[in-house]
């Protein structure tokens, strides 16, 4: 192995053994010298606030990791609207594909960085490393729950349901990858809210304010909400 190789294989085990982020990412399973390969595999790329991951229907090589930030996925309509389909985590592994393209687009919210892989050589790795392949498997279903998720969110709920289910599931996506679940950061704007939940702008601000209101939440800031009942906010969602 040339000194050049070694160097960068050095470089990038030393990245993914201080991620933050490893104890709840895929590659959580690997011992050390597994990771030092696996990490020969990855590359790091940064995205800035609203800049495009990849397009809905783009051909599909690459596989995505998040280690910082979040990801706003959603789909592009027939008729030009957009339907948001959820928001990713650090942790959260994107990027599934349909005969060779993409099936929705994604977008950074804020900064972000991800770890990026080849599909075709990460396939090849997987093969050989049946825990990693089952750690993937269970990741990638992630995708299908946001999809249930907001199903069961814009299926027979009323405004009101809508944007404290919203909230909730939020704080238990954050629970879920060891965060503190409140109060729970919002990065994404009103607007990609409403979008998400089928409702207008105006109508999420009601409902936060409603809420606001009764005391069953404070409005630390346009990207923080402190769930005071959490309880009473669960209610209302039966």
Aim: charge should be positive; hydrophobic fraction near 35%; include cysteine.
């Amino acid at each position: 192995m040339s000194a050049s190789l070694e160097k960068g294989l050095n470089k990038a085990h030393d990245r993914c053994t201080i991620c933050k982020i490893k104890s709840y990412s895929f590659c959580r399973c690997l011992q050390d010298e597994q990771l030092r390969v696996f990490s020969g595999i990855t590359a790091e790329r940064e995205f800035k606030n609203k800049q495009s991951i990849f397009l809905q229907q783009e051909h599909s090589k690459h596989l995505y990791n998040i280690s910082k930030g979040n990801i706003k996925i959603y789909k592009l309509l027939n008729d030009g609207r957009i339907q948001i389909i959820g928001f990713l985590y650090p942790g959260d592994f994107f990027g599934s594909y349909k005969k060779g393209r993409f099936n929705y687009s994604a977008e950074a919210i804020g900064d972000v960085r991800l770890c990026v892989f080849k599909q075709e050589i990460l396939d090849i790795y997987l093969e050989k490393n049946m825990n990693l392949a089952k750690e993937l498997l269970h990741r990638t279903s992630h995708e299908l729950t946001l999809a249930q998720d907001r199903i069961g969110v814009l299926g027979k709920m009323n405004a009101n349901e809508r944007v404290a289910k919203f909230i909730l599931n939020i704080s238990d996506q954050r629970a879920r990858i060891g965060w503190q679940d409140n109060p729970i950061s919002l990065p994404m704007t009103r607007q990609d809210i409403a979008d998400y939940l089928g409702l207008t702008l105006e109508t999420v601000s009601r409902e936060i304010t409603r809420f606001k209101t009764s005391n069953l939440i404070k409005v630390m800031s346009s990207k923080q909400v402190y769930i005071v009942d959490k309880e009473k906010l669960a209610n209302l969602c039966h």
